[in-house]
């Protein structure tokens, strides 16, 4: 399936965190320690956009054969390519090897987080920068713009990469 899954030219936010919101990467104060050209990378997107990425996620079947909470994802055989990661030593190094470049979009979903959480719409270099922080929670989903590949953070440290669909086992 060619393109994006969703258009982002459509979806709206802030480059700033909500201020009384916690989110993946921290708080505002964490936040606005980072550089400014990695704040410019990050799009915490307004309810309305929130929705309509979570609404397109859950068209398809992106955690294939998961149980629904994390604990079995990719695993109904919908991409061609898993890898899994246990734990915080070079968990960078991992992400990096992935061979995704720097600067696709990518999607960071909270798998439980309030319905008022924001999606955030960043790119995988700030994933990589980032991922102590972004792996360290609750669970979470990112997903790349093309949904060629999908990531899967379980609060237990254990990530789960995906790559290579296969459209014809996904929904629409």
């Given at each position: 399936?060619?393109?994006?899954?969703?258009?982002?030219?459509?979806?709206?936010?802030?480059?700033?965190?909500?201020?009384?919101?916690?989110?993946?990467?921290?708080?505002?104060?964490?936040?606005?320690?980072?550089?400014?050209?990695?704040?410019?990378?990050?799009?915490?997107?307004d309810g309305p956009?929130?929705?309509?990425?979570?609404?397109?996620?859950?068209?398809?079947?992106?955690?294939?054969?998961?149980?629904?909470?994390?604990?079995?994802?990719?695993?109904?055989?919908?991409?061609?390519?898993?890898?899994?990661?246990?734990?915080?030593?070079?968990?960078?190094?991992?992400?990096?090897?992935?061979?995704?470049?720097?600067?696709?979009?990518?999607?960071?979903?909270?798998?439980?987080?309030?319905?008022?959480?924001?999606?955030?719409?960043?790119?995988?270099?700030?994933?990589?920068?980032?991922?102590?922080?972004?792996?360290?929670?609750?669970?979470?989903?990112?997903?790349?713009?093309?949904v060629n590949w999908?990531?899967?953070?379980?609060?237990?440290?254990?990530?789960?990469?995906?790559?290579?669909?296969?459209?014809?086992?996904?929904?629409?």
């Open positions: 399936m060619p393109g994006s899954f969703i258009d982002i030219s459509n979806l709206t936010g802030s480059h700033q965190p909500p201020v009384d919101q916690w989110t993946v990467l921290g708080g505002p104060e964490e936040f606005a320690a980072m550089p400014l050209t990695h704040q410019d990378q990050i799009i915490f997107l956009s929130t929705q309509t990425v979570y609404e397109a996620f859950n068209r398809r079947d992106l955690l294939c054969g998961d149980d629904g909470w994390g604990n079995r994802p990719f695993r109904g055989g919908c991409y061609k390519t898993v890898a899994q990661h246990r734990g915080d030593a070079d968990l960078k190094k991992w992400l990096y090897q992935r061979g995704l470049p720097f600067a696709d979009n990518a999607f960071l979903l909270p798998a439980f987080a309030a319905k008022d959480a924001p999606a955030i719409l960043t790119s995988w270099k700030i994933v990589v920068k980032y991922a102590p922080e972004i792996f360290s929670g609750d669970n979470i989903v990112v997903v790349g713009e093309t999908c990531l899967h953070y379980h609060h237990d440290g254990v990530i789960t990469f995906a790559c290579e669909p296969d459209w014809t086992k996904m929904g629409r």
